[in-house]
């Protein structure tokens, strides 16, 4: 196969260096086939990347992990997309080829699915530690998402699950998940002991102060005329 034209052959590999922060996940078929400022040859991009990704699938497509997440979301005696997922997991439709309308179609299966799916804070509220009272706080990261949820407020005792999302820049995506922007963002979380928080807040009925912890999230960004 040639090697692609300029500029295709420039902006591929930096396409390659963001993908991986690419938010909805969906929206990657599309972010890999975009061309700031000019139209792109779809079709003439797919001829190259397809065998990348067929190669990608080859390789996947049984490991552990893909199968264990896609169990976890599998509803037993009704068939689901995950059914549908599987069975083409199962069969390997892609040695014959393909087709860029397709990938398409398993995209959109995939934000459905993500969407219909269980939510992580509510896959953190089943932690053992948590169950057992013996933490107040869980605390992760590389999930993309930052936030901080509460998890139970049972016995007046607050319970969260604390995420610092990622050190990956964000790439948005429109709507139509057909335009993109690039977000600098910066999340950081710092737990204190007992005697090492700056603030010296008094504690309400003259309680000792176990932990504490300061969480901050945000993004910036800068235009160029």
């Not at 053992?128 to 706080?137: K, M, Q």
């Not at 950081?188 to 003259?206: A, I, S």
């Amino acid at each position: 196969m040639p090697a692609l034209p300029e500029p295709y052959a420039s902006h591929l590999p930096q396409l390659f260096l963001q993908f991986d922060d690419v938010r909805p996940q969906s929206a990657l078929v599309e972010f890999l086939l975009r061309m700031p400022g000019e139209a792109a040859d779809e079709e003439r991009l797919w001829r190259h990347l397809e065998p990348v990704v067929r190669e990608i699938i080859e390789t996947v497509h049984d490991h552990p992990f893909l199968t264990g997440w896609l169990a976890q979301f599998d509803t037993r005696f009704r068939p689901d997309l995950v059914d549908l997922v599987q069975l083409m997991l199962k069969s390997r439709p892609w040695r014959l080829g393909l087709p860029l309308w397709v990938l398409r179609q398993v995209a959109g299966a995939v934000r459905d699915l993500g969407a219909a799916g269980e939510k992580l804070v509510t896959i953190v509220q089943k932690e053992e530690v948590l169950a057992s009272g013996d933490v107040r706080a869980v605390i992760a990261g590389h999930a993309h998402e930052p936030q901080v949820a509460l998890l139970d407020a049972s016995d007046d005792i607050e319970r969260y699950y604390i995420d610092t999302g990622t050190w990956r820049n964000r790439v948005p995506a429109t709507a139509d998940e057909r335009g993109f922007g690039q977000l600098k963002a910066l999340t950081y979380v710092v737990v204190y002991g007992r005697d090492e928080d700056p603030r010296k807040e008094q504690p309400p009925g003259g309680s000792a102060k176990l932990w504490s912890f300061d969480y901050w999230s945000g993004f910036t960004q800068r235009w160029w005329g």
